[in-house]
């Protein structure tokens, strides 16, 4: 396989689909604050990596399925060896509707469980890996009519999935240290309180934790600072208002958490690329 990103874009006459194989080497560690309006899957060829979720991080090894719903924040992280592989596929839900019709929503099944990981048997894992492989080799090869077999290999590989969730819970995933467990209770409690002020002192004392060694593995465990992830949490939580309600932008404002209307403009606008009333354009 090659060292470089190897991409595979449909659009327009197939239904809309991205899939981006990479091989690395050295050291990476996501540097963008990250969440998007489309479904992730990600699966772990080769190598291991920390993948932080929502409100938890996992271990994610080889042969790992992990599952990205919308607009959920996430980010990777090296663990051990740099050396990894992985393949990455991006859809919306025009594109699985398009691919599934009336099934959809039993694919989707994946991406609506507590778990973001799914651990098959050796033996599915299998005919996963090789799903995935011959995935790869048709789009660095692109034998004739090769842009039909993305779209089919995605739809086997979620059927896949969904049907053994139908008839196993997803193996239990530990915390790997009791610290890591009390970051997720705190994560947990920004995620229900963003609108609140949160400092981290306050909450370090909340948690019985010293302020320094809550920022420091609150960083290690999500890759993100304590401010960065408070202010991310707010924005998130604006766009969805501004998507979903008519709520006017001032009290959409004040509703996550920012005190000051101008601040959060130029916070929203930094993160977003674009103001919040630009946004709530793109979608009505």
């Known amino acids: 396989m090659k060292n470089i990103p190897l991409e595979f874009h449909s659009f327009g006459a197939t239904p809309e689909l991205y899939i981006e194989y990479t091989k690395r080497a050295a050291p990476f560690t996501m540097e963008d ?41 996430h980010k990777t992280m090296q663990s051990g060896d740099a050396a990894h592989e992985r393949l990455i596929v991006h859809f919306d839900d025009a594109t699985i509707r398009s691919l599934a019709g009336k099934h959809a929503e039993l694919l989707l099944t994946p991406f609506r469980q507590a778990s973001h990981i799914i651990r098959l048997p050796r033996q599915e894992q299998l005919a996963v890996d090789q799903l995935m492989r011959r995935l790869l080799a048709e789009i660095e090869q692109r034998p004739e009519g090769f842009e039909l077999f993305p779209p089919h290999a995605v739809t086997e590989l979620l059927l896949t999935a969904a049907r053994y969730l139908q008839k196993h819970e997803p193996a239990p995933l530990h915390h790997a240290t009791p610290m890591h467990a009390k970051i997720s209770e705190v994560i947990r409690y920004i995620n229900a309180h963003f609108a609140e002020p949160l400092r981290l002192g306050v909450l370090a004392e909340q948690f019985f934790i010293s302020p320094y060694y809550l920022s420091r593995m609150f960083k290690e465990m999500t890759g993100f600072t304590f401010s960065d992830y408070v202010i991310l949490t707010r924005i998130k939580e604006a766009q969805r208002l501004l998507r979903e309600t008519e709520i006017s932008i001032t009290d959409i404002a004040a509703a996550v958490g920012f005190d000051n209307f101008s601040h959060f403009g130029k916070t929203f606008k930094k993160i977003i690329r674009v103001s919040p009333r630009e946004y709530r354009k793109q979608y009505l």
Not at 55 to 73: A, M, N, T
């Open 33 to 73: 604050d990250h969440y998007h309006d489309y479904y992730e899957i990600y699966y772990m060829l080769a190598g291991q990596r920390i993948y932080f979720i929502r409100d938890r991080s996992y271990s994610v090894e080889q042969g790992d399925l992990v599952f990205i719903q919308k607009h959920e924040l």
